[in-house]
C-alpha cells in the first residue's frame, strides 16, 4: 500500500485517507495560506518517497569504523597512548602529545576523502544541498587534519590548536548553511 502526505500538516496517511488523523484536514482539498508552511515540508517528503531512501549515512559510519581500525593497523599503540593521555587530564584537558599527530592526521584525511565520494555521491543523485553540506565536511576534515599537523610540525603553538579547531568547525558550519539555503535543488520552485 502507497503512503501519502497530509499537505497541512505533514503527517504519513494510507493512500485511501480521506482525512488527516492528525489536523482533520479533507484530503484533496487546497490548502489555505496559513498552512503554507507545510507544502515545503509535504513536497520534501513526496520527493525522498519518489526518489528512494539515502542509504549513505550508514555507510558514513561503516568509513569512520573502517577509518578507525585503518589507523589501529598503521599505529597499533595509538589506543594505548590516548587513554595515557586522557588520563592526564585530572584537572582537565591537556595538551595533545606529539606521538598522537599523526594517527590522528590520518584519521581525519580518511574521513575528509569520505566526505568528498559522499557529497559527490549525493549530488549525482539530487541531493544538492545534503551533497554541498558534505563537501563542506570533509574540506573541514581536511583542514582540521593539516592544523594537527602543523602542531606536530611545530608551526602551530599548542595553544593555538584549540582555537583553531573551533574556528575551523565554526566555519564548517557558516560555509554549510549558506551552500545549503541557496543551492540549487530540484524541488525548489
Not at 108 to 123: K, Q, S, Y
Request: hydrophobic share 45%; proline share 5%; glycine share 16%.
Amino acid at each position: 500500500m502507497c503512503m501519502i502526505y497530509c499537505p497541512q500538516c505533514g503527517k504519513e496517511l494510507q493512500d485511501d485517507a480521506a482525512f488527516c488523523d492528525r489536523c482533520g484536514h479533507k484530503m484533496g482539498e487546497p490548502v489555505g495560506p496559513s498552512e503554507g508552511r507545510w507544502r515545503g515540508r509535504y513536497a520534501a517528503r513526496v520527493e525522498r518517497a519518489t526518489r528512494g531512501p539515502d542509504y549513505l549515512d550508514g555507510v558514513g559510519f561503516g568509513v569512520f569504523l573502517i577509518a578507525v581500525a585503518w589507523v589501529y593497523l598503521q599505529y597499533p599503540w595509538v589506543g594505548t597512548e590516548l587513554v595515557a593521555w586522557f588520563r592526564t587530564w585530572v584537572n582537565g584537558p591537556t595538551y595533545l602529545p606529539v606521538i598522537l599527530v599523526e594517527p590522528i592526521f590520518l584519521f581525519f584525511i580518511i574521513m575528509g576523502g569520505w566526505g568528498l565520494a559522499e557529497g559527490g555521491l549525493r549530488m549525482i543523485s539530487g541531493r544538492i544541498s545534503r551533497g554541498l553540506g558534505n563537501i563542506v565536511g570533509a574540506l573541514g576534515n581536511f583542514a582540521i587534519a593539516y592544523l594537527i599537523r602543523g602542531y606536530g610540525q611545530g608551526l602551530i603553538g599548542a595553544s593555538g590548536l584549540l582555537p583553531g579547531f573551533v574556528i575551523i568547525i565554526g566555519a564548517s558550519i557558516v560555509l554549510s548553511a549558506i551552500l545549503g539555503s541557496f543551492a540549487w535543488s530540484p524541488r525548489r520552485d
